[in-house]
């Protein structure tokens, strides 16, 4: 991937560009229901993109492990209970600093979960 694609963010919203590769300095996002991370993501991209998520970029909340400690599987995980995530942004990825600066002065936990990419849909890394 070249600097120049946005990255996926858990974050607030914005508005979208029609090619990954030339993502304004905002950003587009929603929270995530219905179907988790793969099932959502989609919705707030631009048609020929994808997603990368990189399921080890935030910390897991105790909730996870116990849910795994009673049997849940991962696609379960990802699918129903989003792994911990409740909303992502897309912010072009210049300003990938800043969007996580903003949010962390504000009190909000944030990370850098992935990338965009030319494709459609939603791919884990792990």
Known sequence: ??????????????????????FP???????????????????????????VVDPTAWPRPSVVQWLVDQGVEEDELRRVFNIGIGMIAVV????EAAALAALHEQGTDAWAIGEIESGAGVRFTA
Request: some cysteine; hydrophobic content about 35%.
């Open 92 to 95: 072009a990825a210049a300003d």
């Open 1 to 22: 991937m070249s600097g120049s694609e946005a990255r996926a963010r858990k974050a607030s919203d914005g508005s979208a560009s029609s090619d990954a590769a030339d």
């Open 25 to 51: 300095a905002g950003c587009i996002g929603g929270g995530i229901t219905g179907g988790g991370i793969a099932g959502t993501a989609p919705r707030v991209i631009p048609d020929g993109c994808g997603m």
